[in-house]
């Protein structure tokens, strides 16, 4: 059985920092991106950064320049450094790791990232 276990969030001033941490266990293999996504009250889940087996990393472009995603894919593990947080930082935090080759997607528990004001 897979699992996700994701850490680090918690209730944060504006402008302050936090990091997200995520270590996949179970039987996988073949993964070819790890990510973040985030859910806000009354919206859709959105993608914040993922990084590739290749190295290759994306973002969104509201977190560009405050947010940096690195991950040991080997160790499966894979982390968010979050700086200059805003109050429109708020969600929950989702980990994802997926495999097109595999065919899965699976998903962690989500952990809270609340920003102050």
């Known amino acids: 059985q897979v699992q996700l276990v994701e850490s680090g969030g918690g209730l944060v001033q504006a402008g302050g920092s936090l990091r997200l941490s995520c270590a996949v266990s179970?039987?996988?293999?073949?993964?070819?991106?790890m990510g973040w996504y985030r859910q806000a009250p009354g919206t859709q889940r959105e993608l914040v950064a993922a990084v590739t087996r290749g190295g290759s990393t994306s973002y969104a472009d509201s977190v560009k320049g405050r947010f940096t995603i690195s991950a040991n894919i080997s160790k499966r593990t894979v982390y968010l450094q979050m700086n200059s947080l805003k109050p429109e930082d708020t969600a929950v935090y989702y980990c994802?790791?997926?495999?097109?080759?595999?065919?899965?997607?699976?998903w962690g528990q989500g952990t809270q990232v609340t920003v102050s004001s």
């Open positions: 179970g039987s996988i293999f073949s993964i070819d991106a």
């Open positions: 994802n790791v997926a495999s097109s080759r595999a065919s899965y997607s699976y």
